[in-house]
């Protein structure tokens, strides 16, 4: 599936979850799992939960593991 595709599935509110990072300080990012019709992870779907009507942001799963590698190599090189 192309990236422009995946912006053709919005998963459903009850679908998402936040992030344990935005849990306790009020931050509200949320994620899903945008899966194929065989139940494969295709991508993944980043929103908003105070604003769940937003269109939000689609990642392919290399992005999101992209995206994923680099937060912990700036933490790492925080020292955190």
Same mark, same amino acid.
């Given at each position: @599936? %192309?990236?422009?595709?995946? *912006? /053709?599935?919005?998963? $459903?509110? %009850?679908?998402?979850?936040? &992030?344990?990072? &935005? %849990?306790? #300080?009020?931050?509200?990012?949320?994620?899903?799992? =945008?899966?194929n019709d065989a139940g494969?992870? =295709?991508?993944? *779907?980043?929103? #908003? &939960?105070?604003? $769940? #009507?937003?269109?939000?942001?689609? *990642?392919?799963?290399?992005?999101?593991? /992209? @995206?994923?590698?680099? =937060?912990?190599?700036?933490?790492?090189?925080?020292?955190?």
């Open positions: @599936m %192309e990236k422009p595709d995946l *912006y /053709a599935v919005t998963p $459903p509110v %009850e679908e998402r979850f936040k &992030s344990p990072l &935005s %849990e306790g #300080d009020g931050a509200c990012a949320t994620f899903a799992a =945008i899966r494969d992870l =295709i991508g993944v *779907y980043q929103g #908003d &939960s105070q604003n $769940p #009507d937003l269109l939000g942001v689609r *990642y392919t799963v290399a992005e999101f593991l /992209a @995206m994923a590698g680099g =937060i912990d190599a700036i933490r790492t090189k925080l020292g955190l």
